[in-house]
């Protein structure tokens, strides 16, 4: 294992003219620029059908304007770029086919049912109105809006709204799903639910490329994940693959006598051969582990010391270790425009 730096549309075969076999997204050395401001930098991408292909990033890293390009949303400025063998710039009438794409933001007429919305979509696809009727109240049911079918938008909730707006996005069901940050600003309930609906759709078929700032997210929703930051990929693989870009698992301890942690320290250093990481104040030590079985060694060192532990754990890194160790920086939602939203409101789009 490795990291690396119609109205119903066609079911594709899987096979793409330039990425490969199997291949729902090939992008080859995608740039977007704002101005002067370079969005996306270079960004390459193989996403395989079937699953959940996450692309994590800080807010401003680029995730949404690559999304765009590939829904056709956003010119391309260079590079090159197909979805089931299909190229996004030279027919983009085709590419709408096979997408659907719901954004951060539910796109639903908030004086509207939620029943007429779904109606009104369906037209706006071009199929026929008795269609569309059975389309809304299949599409309600299925995520679970049943109940709120003829309550007026204005009256949803966020969760809600962003459901809807996915199954808006699923009227033509198309193969590819975008998903572009679908639970920003959900409480966790709703935030789970919406886990469960994304789940569902891969259940069913679909190839889902989901972008998000949450690490947890990535790390139970996604098979691969892309780390993007300032506009490059910097890092691909599974999670897992990820977290052991950090290195070894850790040790955890916890002692009993907080004036013990020096001593500590130098029985941890003999014994494994490095420093760990002290917290005095707290009576906690961190340590990698090369091997998880030293572990036993180092409790047992300590107890011949007569240092006594509160408490111990052998731990995988988290993806947010990953992220700080990829990237430079924590994965905390940065608090900055991204290129393409300040681009917009110069009205350089």
Not at 51 to 64: D, E, R, S
Not at 73 to 98: K, N, T
Not at 130 to 143: M, S
């Amino acid at each position: 294992m490795s990291i690396t730096d119609t109205h119903t549309a066609r079911r594709p075969s899987g096979r793409s003219g330039t990425g490969g076999a199997d291949l729902a997204v090939y992008a080859e050395g995608l740039v977007k620029s704002f101005g002067a401001q370079r969005a996306v930098d270079g960004i390459d991408l193989e996403i395989r059908t079937g699953g959940v292909f996450g692309v994590l990033g800080p807010n401003g890293a680029g995730k949404t304007t690559t999304l765009r390009m590939l829904a056709t949303l956003l010119r391309i400025d260079s590079g090159h770029a197909e979805i089931f063998g299909v190229d996004v710039a030279r027919q983009p009438h085709v590419i709408r086919q096979l997408v659907g794409v719901t954004g951060q933001y539910a796109s639903v007429d908030e004086n509207l049912t939620a029943r007429e919305n779904l109606w009104l979509f369906a037209r706006l696809h071009g199929i026929r109105s008795a269609r569309a009727k059975k389309l809304a109240v299949d599409l309600l049911e299925r995520f679970g809006l049943g109940d709120a079918a003829d309550k007026t938008i204005a009256k949803f909730s966020g969760g809600m709204r962003r459901r809807l707006d996915l199954a808006a996005s699923l009227i033509t069901t198309p193969p590819l799903i975008f998903l572009d940050e679908p639970t920003t600003g959900l409480d966790p309930h709703t935030r789970g639910q919406m886990w469960d609906t994304i789940r569902g759709l891969v259940a069913d078929g679909c190839t889902v490329l989901l972008t998000t700032q949450y690490l947890d997210e990535a790390d139970q929703l996604a098979d691969r994940i892309a780390v993007i930051d300032h506009g490059r990929k910097v890092a691909e693989g599974t999670p897992e693959e990820l977290k052991a870009a950090v290195g070894d698992t850790s040790l955890q301890l916890v002692l009993v006598e907080p004036e013990q942690t020096g001593a500590a320290g130098d029985v941890i250093r003999r014994v494994l051969g490095l420093d760990p990481i002290l917290s005095p104040e707290r009576s906690r030590l961190q340590a990698p582990l090369k091997q998880a079985d030293l572990a036993a060694e180092v409790l047992v060192a300590l107890r011949d010391a007569g240092i006594r532990v509160a408490s111990v754990s052998v731990d995988q890194p988290s993806l947010d270790e990953a992220f700080l160790t990829l990237t430079g920086h924590p994965a905390e939602p940065q608090e900055h425009e991204s290129a393409e939203d300040v681009a917009t409101k110069e009205g350089r789009r």
